[in-house]
Structure formats: C-alpha cells, structure tokens
C-alpha cells in the first residue's frame, strides 16, 4: 500500500501515552558539557525561528548528519545553521537527547520526532520511535502507522503493520482509514494471499463499502476491484442472494462476468474440471514454522519445549504443551492444518510407536492421541505424499537400526508396512520431491554413517538407490525447497558438520553449497516462503539456541533467531497461520 506523497495522521488506541528511551553513555560522555549549554558554539534555528544552542563536537560525534556538516561544508564556520522542515520541539528533545541520553517518546510528538531522527540520522531515536508506533497498533490506526513506516523506509514496522492489516482484515475494513486508501492501495490488500478473513464475504463487503464512500468517482474502479474477489470461495447462495442482487453490481457488465464465473465454478466442481485461476485459490496467510524439542535444565533433562516461530518478524509464540514428556517426536503436517507428531523415546530403553495429533483448525488446539503406528521408532525420518503419512527407519532397543517403513491411511486410520529399504538407517533424514519419498544418510551403526540415498515410490512400492553424498551424515536434517532436496549438517567421525549438500532429480547429483555458520547435528530443517531455516541441534554434545536460514538466489546463511533454550533434535513444521495466533 505504498504512499510516499502525503503526511498521515493514524488514529489513536490508546494502549500506551509514553515511552521513554535511554541510553546512558550519552549521559556519563557528555554530563558536564549539558551545564554549558548556553555557551555552546551553535545555534540551530528552526522553522518556527525558535533557537536550540549546543556545541557542534556534541553533535558531530552522536549524528552523521551533524558530522558532514561540521567537516565538509560551510557550515562549519558559521554560529547558526537554519534547520529546514524541523519541528522545533522535535529539534530540542532530540539535542537534549545528544547530551541526556534519555527522551520521552509520546502520540503528541512521535510523528515529529520519526522524520527528524531520521534526518539526523539517529538510528537509534528512529528504532525508539518506531517501537513505540509498533507498541500502539491496533485496527483503528494501523493503515495510517504502515503509511509512516513507508515514508520513513522503517522496515521492521512497515513489515509488523502489514502484517497486523492482513491478520485483522475484518476489524480494518470497518474503520474510517480504510476508506481513505486510493485504488490501488485497496487492490494491493485484497489481492494478497495472506490475508486473514473468516470469509470471502468479508472482502467483497469491504469492496462495496468503500466503493459507496465515494460511488461517484469510485463505482468505475468497481471492475478491477472484483477481479481481486474470490467469488467461488463463497458460497452459491450468497453468490445469488447477496452480490447479483448488489445494484453496483448489476450496472456493470464485468462484474456480472465474475458472477458467472464463480457459478460456472459450482457447475463444474462435481467433475473436478475447473480452471485455475486466482480466484479460486484460497488465501493461507504468511507460513508460521512449529517447532517441537528437547532442552535441559538444572532440574530435568527432559523437558520439551512446543513453540510457534513468525519467520517474518523472527517472533516466538508459546504453543500447545505436549500431554506427554517423551523425547524426539517426529513431525509431519497432513491435509494443511493436522500436525502429527509422532514415535520418539522416554529414555534409551523405551521407545515409542504412540502418536498425537493437533488440529489447528480450532480455535484452541490441542494435543490428542491418535493411532500409535506398528513399530516402536526413534531417530527416524516422516514425509507426507497425498494425506499418506510415512515413517521410515530408525532404531528401538530389540532391533537396533531399521530397515522398515511404514504408511497411515488417512482416511482409513490403519498404518501398514511397506517394503524395506535396502540399507538399514538410524539418525536419516526423510524428504518428498515430486510425491517420491526420499531416505538420506543415517547410520548402520554408531561406527558407520552413510553417505547413501534411496528413493521410495508409492505407486510401485519400491524403493531404488540414487546418488550417493559426498560426505556421510548421521543426524542429517533434511528440507526441500524449490524442488530442490537439502541435506544439512550431521555427523561424521564424531564432528558435527556445517557442510549442506543438494539434489536435483533434474540433474541426479549432489552439489555443495555454501557452509552453515555453525557445525550442527540433528537440526530441524523446513523451508517456508522461499527460505530454508535451520533450528538448534548439536555440535559435540553442546546444543544450539540459535536458527538461521539459507537463501538460495544469495547462496548465504544468516543468522535469524536465538532462543532461550539450547534445543538439541528439533523437529519443525511449516504451517499455515493458525487462527489463534495474531501477531500483535
């Protein structure tokens, strides 16, 4: 919703009135300079031809701005320097600042002091500012916060304002900022795919909403809007009763089109011959990535931790405690908001076939039992391929490593083995590219981590070897993103690794990439929104609290997140936003 042109006032929500920054080195570097502030050797004026008297050392050492006009300009030998498009209020907090070290950041001068600091290049004001517009957010201003995060070029906020506008769509809509955004300000919201509404119906009212604010000039606009509307997501009644029976609607030529389109949609979906276009695609919303692990504390080393990760914004939620205390579950997400979690240990002589599931399509999930599979499992992989759930390999204490695999039903509830893989594998990792699933590295024995692969299809239930890695991996993560099969880290002569190799079926190799930034065994590894994340592990017994993604067009990996816990075996799934959760 760009509109970099205008000066916007946002409501109010009246969470907090101040928020006061302070850093105190300013204070303790430049404590007794502020007792001669009236004899400093400038004078800034004004727009409002009010005078703030500093020293020019204090301002050129706290502002680049300041810096650059002191060493490289006129102005340097001047005692007064005129401060265009200033605030002179703006101005004093922000040299009281320079000495203080503390400011008073309020709804009264927040909108003088963001561009101001930003200006003066005083990065650290600008963050304060824009912490505290964050902190104000809510339904009835954040159309207006998100246009003074893009004037200002204030990413975190501008990122955090969209995203509360997508999650609170219906509450937004029904505000007055809402109707202040030109065309294509409104084309750009209803258009996206993260949007958070209950119903389509939601959209299409807000359309006619806005459209009736101003219908004179906006009722020739009403086409473009409707191409954004995705009528078949309603349903044929409301189609019927509700947008052919709108008299905006009835008047124009092309939006009867889409009504015929969307009933033609009705027509059609018996036999499953539909044409895809955007408008019969539902909107999911930004991924949230679910992470479930082990960490240790004084007390237990058994604890497991059920977090809920906003890639977006590097933000942590609590999730739904696990009902029981077992270690390493696997996780796997089937028909988009059912995540299984599945096998894993009590301890090294007790391993686990028992399964939960947590449906995320209430609106307080929770963990229930499900079907426990026919073998005992731990440090085995899962994949999904059409609401079949797999689970292959692994080890339990009568049998040591597998060999097995076996598939649950969905829609039946019954698990069933299917054929053996070739090599036995504990410590794999388990991805699916192209409804093929495949088993990666793992070991025969704690001695013996393997650098072979081998491909699992389900319509022919077999199972075929294919490149070999160029290095053995136990522990492996393993992710896929773009078609493309990652395997990252594990162990190898008892080294944790930082090395990532991938596969491309297109090509039937293995390729290196670029190195991890810390060596890490037994990660959860899962893509979401065009980025590979990497969460916690192992290196030499020593767990990780940190997460860090991989960007394939950069080839780089950066550093995202820590946490609070060392997590060691994190297991992760991407999923679909629940509708629970909300970002602010």
């Given amino acids: 919703m760009e509109n970099k042109n205008q000066k916007t006032e946002p409501g109010r929500c009246a969470k907090y009135a101040k928020y006061e920054y302070e850093k105190s080195s300013y204070a303790e570097t430049y404590g007794v300079l502020q007792s001669f502030r009236q004899d400093g050797d400038i004078k ?7 005078i703030v008297i500093a020293h020019k050392v204090v301002l050129a050492d706290a502002s ?3 810096h650059a006009m002191f060493t490289n300009f006129s102005e340097r030998n001047h005692d007064l320097v005129v401060m265009r498009e200033i605030d002179s209020t703006a101005l004093q907090l922000l040299v009281n600042f320079l000495y203080s070290g503390k400011i008073m950041i309020t709804e009264e001068n927040v909108q003088d002091l963001l561009p ?8 650290e004001v600008k963050e304060a500012c824009c912490d505290f517009l964050q902190s104000q957010l809510c339904h009835t201003n954040c159309i207006g916060i998100y246009a003074i995060a893009d004037l200002h070029s204030c990413m975190k906020l501008l990122t955090s304002s969209e995203l509360y506008i997508q999650q609170h769509f219906s509450e937004v809509v029904g505000g007055e900022e809402f109707l202040t955004l030109s065309s294509p300000q409104v084309i750009q919201l209803i258009s996206s795919d993260k949007l958070t509404v209950p119903s389509e119906e939601k959209v299409f009212e807000s359309v006619i909403r806005w459209v009736k604010y101003e219908s004179g000039s906006r009722k020739r606009i009403l086409p473009q809007l409707m191409e954004h509307v995705r009528l078949p997501l309603t349903s044929k009644d409301y189609i019927i009763k509700k947008v052919a029976k709108e008299p905006l609607i009835k008047n124009c030529y092309k939006c009867i089109d889409y009504i015929n389109e969307a009933l033609n949609f009705y027509r059609l979906k018996p036999n499953y011959l539909i044409p895809h276009n955007i408008r019969n695609n539902p909107r999911h919303g930004d991924k949230v990535i679910l992470v479930v692990s082990r960490f240790d504390t004084r007390e237990s080393s058994k604890c497991i931790s059920t977090k809920f990760y906003e890639p977006k914004i590097s933000r942590w939620h609590d999730g739904p405690e696990m009902i029981t205390d077992h270690n ?15 096998g894993g240990f009590i301890d090294v002589y007790q391993q686990l076939q028992s399964v939960y599931v947590l449906d995320l399509s209430f609106e307080s ?8 599979m026919l073998v005992k499992r731990n440090n085995f992989g899962v994949g999904v391929i059409n609401s079949y759930l797999y689970a292959v390999g692994g080890h339990n204490i009568n049998d040591g490593p597998l060999d097995n695999a076996e598939v649950l039903d969905y829609n039946t509830q019954e698990w069933r083995m299917i054929t053996n893989m070739s090599t036995r594998r504990s410590g794999l990792g388990v991805g699916v590219l192209n409804n093929l699933l495949y088993a990666v590295g793992g070991c025969v024995s704690s ?4 650098k072979t692969v081998e491909c699992y299809d389900p319509s022919l239930d077999t199972w075929t070897p294919v490149a070999k890695m160029s290095v053995r991996r136990k522990g492996v993560g393993v992710g896929v993103l773009d078609g493309v099969l990652y395997a990252v880290g594990g162990v190898y002569k008892s080294e944790s690794l930082r090395s990532v190799e991938v596969y491309r079926p297109s090509t039937g190799v293995w390729t290196t990439i670029a190195d991890m930034h810390i060596p890490r065994c037994g990660a959860g590894v899962v893509a979401a929104d065009g980025l590979l994340y990497v969460f916690g592990g192992c290196e030499d017994y020593y767990h990780k609290d940190s997460t860090e993604c991989y960007c394939p067009k950069t080839n780089t990996w950066t550093i995202v997140a820590h946490w609070v816990h060392k997590n060691c ?10 509708g629970h959760l909300k970002t602010c």
């Fill in 116 to 123: 101001a600091s930003n200006l003066l290049q005083l990065q």
């Fill in 44 to 50: 800034l004026k004004a727009d409002d031809n009010k």
């Fill in 365 to 372: 999930p929770c963990w229930k039992s499900s079907v426990e």
């Fill in 328 to 342: 390493n579950p696997c996780l796997a997400v089937v028909k988009d908001n059912l995540v299984f979690a599945v």
């Fill in 569 to 578: 075996r994190a297991r992760v799934v991407a999923i679909n936003r629940p």
């Fill in 447 to 450: 001695l013996q981590p393997l």
């Fill in 64 to 66: 680049p701005y300041f």
